[in-house]
């Protein structure tokens, strides 16, 4: 019998990044996103489907809930107890709530980025972040990232979270 001392107890990984509410803002998310995902050793297929999630999440926080002056926040965290990563992105327009286009013509050339989410996230929505903006946020089941998972977890990277309320 194995005492609690013993047991590898799971941690929940985070990720937070302030970054530029531009279009270079929206890529450098997308790349640091991958880059988190491969530290946390998330499945090729999971980390996927994030990358494109975050990639539209940044792209409509820039396009959408950007203020002169005001960046935008990534969020990432990994709760291997409930096997799930929940994405954040953070923009300084509360007033501007995301929905879906499902009426779009095809030829459009834009507004299908929340149908995309939709497709790879198993839940997505919004909630306000004071005083003045909004959260929105996608979840993905991680297969295999469970409370009882021994593998060797990477260190936290206390210098690429950010402190702004």
Request: with cysteine.
């Amino acid at each position: 019998m194995h005492s609690p001392a013993h047991q590898r107890t799971a941690t929940v990984r985070t990720f937070r990044q302030l970054l530029s509410s531009t279009r270079r803002g929206a890529r450098l998310a997308r790349l640091l996103a991958a880059g988190e995902l491969r530290t946390w050793q998330i499945p090729p297929s999971v980390a996927e489907r994030a990358e494109h999630v975050v990639a539209e999440l940044a792209a409509n926080a820039v396009s959408h809930g950007s203020l002169r002056g005001r960046d935008f926040r990534l969020g990432l965290l990994l709760d291997p107890a409930t096997a799930h990563l929940r994405i954040e992105v953070t923009d300084a327009r509360g007033e501007y709530r995301p929905r879906c286009r499902p009426d779009l013509a095809a030829d459009s050339e834009s507004g299908r980025g929340l149908l995309l989410v939709t497709a790879l996230a198993d839940c997505w929505g919004t909630e306000p972040y004071p005083p003045s903006g909004k959260t929105v946020w996608a979840t993905l089941t991680v297969p295999g990232a469970c409370a009882s998972d021994s593998a060797p977890h990477a260190a936290e990277h206390p210098g690429r979270q950010d402190t702004a309320q």
